[in-house]
């Protein structure tokens, strides 16, 4: 079902930056808002970034969102050992009209 | 604070009906014009994928695939909206979770579907 390509894991040192790119097309992140969520292991999903770069209440300015063209991107500064989580990209579908998500990356904190 | 909490059977035959009911706490349904009430399932080991929505006032919209086995339905006033899914088959098996948008931002807890006999 994942339209949105993302790439499996990355990783990084505590402290230091990553970013997750979510790579999709005209139909879905080219003409769409991108939402962005965290799971934690044994979690239920939780919003970090919507309509491409807003935060919800509470949520850190660590993590940033942004958007051009057909691809978005997630950042994660100060990277903490409890950021380490699956992050999914998410974005409405004209073609399909359907929500879709990101295949899914794994953030590990070396 | 807005809670969603889902129920249902963990355990499902091939061939029958999944139902799950996902009850919202913390505010009304009828009153969220501007939201809408959503399913997502995730097997297990895999991503997200989404089921389908439904309005406050009853409108619907599903994932192509699933559109012919799936129905999602509103009860404002149990405060609810529930979810079937017809004809299972083990690829059916997900974590199914219950979530208010736009944008995505309470979700339930998530509960295990299997289907097995």
Redesign the interface.
């Known amino acids: 079902?994942?339209v949105l390509t993302q790439p499996p894991s990355v990783s990084a040192a505590a402290g230091q930056k990553v970013t997750i790119s979510c790579s999709g097309s005209g139909s879905n992140i080219g003409n769409n808002y991108v939402?962005w969520?965290q799971q934690l292991p044994g979690?239920?999903?939780?919003?970090l970034i919507?309509?491409n770069n807003k935060r919800?209440s509470g949520i850190p300015d660590r993590f940033s969102g942004s958007k051009s063209g057909t691809s978005a991107t997630l950042g994660i500064a100060g990277l903490q050992t409890g950021d380490e989580a699956d992050y999914?990209c998410?974005a409405w579908d004209n073609s399909?009209?359907?929500?879709?998500?990101?295949?899914?990356t794994e953030v590990t904190v070396l | 604070q807005l809670q969603l909490q889902e129920s249902g059977p963990g355990l499902v035959k091939p061939s029958e009906t999944l139902s799950l009911t996902c009850a919202v706490s913390g505010a009304s349904i009828s009153s969220s014009s501007g939201y809408y009430w959503g399913w997502i399932r995730q097997p297990p080991g895999k991503g997200l994928e989404w089921v389908g929505s439904i309005s406050h006032s009853g409108s619907t919209y599903y994932y192509p695939s699933l559109k012919s086995r799936v129905t999602i339905s509103v009860d404002t006033s149990q405060n609810q909206f529930s979810l079937e899914v017809k004809y299972v088959t083990a690829a059916d098996t997900a974590v199914y979770y219950c979530a208010r948008h736009d944008p995505w931002d309470y979700w339930s807890q998530g509960t295990l579907v299997t289907v097995s006999s």
């Open positions: 079902q994942s939402s969520f979690t239920a999903p939780k919003l919507y309509e919800p999914y998410g399909l009209s359907a929500h879709v998500f990101g295949t899914g």
